[in-house]
């Protein structure tokens, strides 16, 4: 079994402990909830299926059952706090606590990398600017953005970006993209861009003023649609987001870095009845 620091998703090492188990012994879904002290015989396989969360007496009952102390009982309060948590708030704090435990013990958290990267808009503005502003120091960075960052901002995001194999340096003060793929656990991420998303949408605000219509392009639809509408939409702007994708890997040269936002979103809740069916 990996140690527990590696780990972000307490259900899937609840379930690759059972997986573990039951390779070495005859042990069951029943073995396993008595171990944890639970007198549902299915309690554990349905946590692991998350068909079940853990409570907080729950929680101290497996860390009891795993002899978890210290820093990996910390840890596996956290994860489950990450894995359960309703809101972004509870789940970033969660994440930290975990980080800062693992960074301590020095392990490296899977996907802790690609995280830092989507939960600043930092990080993917200077990826495109740095390599496009070969020499240039990251003050000159710095004032090339439209939204206000710091020269420290700039050189700190240069420097975790060549350290994790994003950007790499081709000579003083110059460098290029890696065709390294930025990825990581799938949770972890999915917060990060949520993150990144919000801080978008708030400069798509300020840009409605900040430039002319000849330098921004700013529409949007207002419509009723069905269930089926609403998934040939979302394939199309999915297209459409490949195309625009497919452009930009034939452009040779950066002039201006953009950010380009689909957004779709609900403005009322579903109808019920099919009488509002279309």
Same mark, same amino acid.
């Given at each position: ?10 259900? @899937? ?32 396989? #349905? ?51 975990? #980080?800062? %435990? ?8 899977? &996907? ?22 070969? &020499? ?40 290029? #993209? ?8 799938? #949770?972890? %991420? ?50 459409? @987001? ?5 452009? %930009? ?6 002039? @201006? ?22």
């Amino acid at each position: 079994m990996e140690s527990i620091l590696k780990y972000q998703d307490y259900r @899937r090492f609840l379930q690759d402990f059972y997986d573990w188990k039951k390779r070495t012994s005859a042990f069951s879904w029943r073995d396993y909830s008595k171990m944890a002290g639970f007198a549902s015989p299915v309690f554990m396989k #349905q946590v692991c299926e998350g068909k079940a969360n853990l409570g907080k007496k729950a929680t101290v009952k497996v860390a009891d059952a795993f002899n978890f102390v210290g820093m990996e009982r910390d840890y596996f309060f956290n994860m489950v706090t990450y894995t359960q948590a309703k809101t972004d708030e509870k789940r970033r704090y969660a994440y930290a606590e975990m #980080q800062s %435990i693992a960074n301590a013990n020095k392990v490296n958290l899977v &996907g802790a990398e690609a995280y830092k990267y989507y939960d600043s808009w930092v990080h993917p503005v200077v990826r495109e600017l740095a390599p496009a502003m070969p &020499g240039a120091m990251p003050k000159e960075i710095a004032n090339k953005c439209v939204n206000k960052v710091s020269a420290r901002e700039i050189m700190d995001s240069i420097k975790f970006q060549v350290d994790s194999g994003f950007l790499k340096r081709v000579g003083d003060s110059t460098y290029a #993209q890696t065709d390294k793929l930025i990825a990581g656990d799938t #949770q972890s %991420i999915s917060l990060a861009v949520r993150s990144m998303n919000r801080q978008m949408a708030s400069f798509a605000v300020d840009a409605i003023d900040r430039f002319s219509a000849e330098e921004r392009f700013i529409s949007g639809i207002t419509m009723g649609v069905s269930n089926d509408a609403y998934g040939k939409i979302v394939e199309v702007l999915r297209k459409c @987001r490949e195309q625009v994708q497919d452009i %930009i890997l034939k452009d040779d040269k950066v002039e @201006r870095v953009l950010r380009l936002n689909l957004q779709l979103f609900p403005l009322t809740q579903k109808l019920d009845g099919s009488e509002n069916e279309k």
